[in-house]
């Protein structure tokens, strides 16, 4: 796991996923396929969403949806079958209408994967709205 540093003390700027390798995520020379750590990482930012206290279905009953802009990933070493994981995930910045995460896999502390994630809201018709409150609030 990642050491904690001055600028990470509030615990809503930091949040670790954990997550078990199953044989469906393996591909057929046994190792983690590469698409399922985007899942992993899609999983652990849901998580530290809900953990703000934010309710992504209430969000989409009033048409604002989380969408990723841009990934930008590095595999460094690969994951097998019931490894396990724990995906870091890092605010690194927050505007009114963007949040750039830093997200990171790894195993026994080895980094295995690392991606740079930028998410914005959506409304109803598609047109980008402000992030919630509790996601602009944040401050790194």
């Known amino acids: ?79 097998k079958f019931e490894d396990a994981l724990v995906v870091s995930t890092r605010v690194e910045s927050v505007t009114a209408a963007r949040l750039v995460m830093a997200q990171e896999v790894r195993r026994d502390g080895k980094l295995l994967f690392s991606a740079t994630v930028t998410a914005v809201c959506m409304g109803a018709a598609g047109q980008p709205v402000r992030l919630p409150a509790a996601i602009r609030a944040l401050r790194p």
């Open 1 to 79: 796991m990642t050491t904690e540093s001055p600028s990470r003390a509030d615990p809503a700027m930091t949040h670790d996923f954990a997550v078990t390798v199953y044989y469906e995520d393996t591909d057929m020379g046994g190792i983690v396929y590469h698409a399922n750590y985007l899942r992993y990482i899609e999983r652990a930012r849901s998580d530290w969403v809900r953990s703000l206290g934010l309710s992504q279905n209430r969000m989409r009953e009033e048409g604002v949806v989380f969408v990723v802009r841009r990934i930008e990933a590095e595999y460094l070493a690969t994951a």
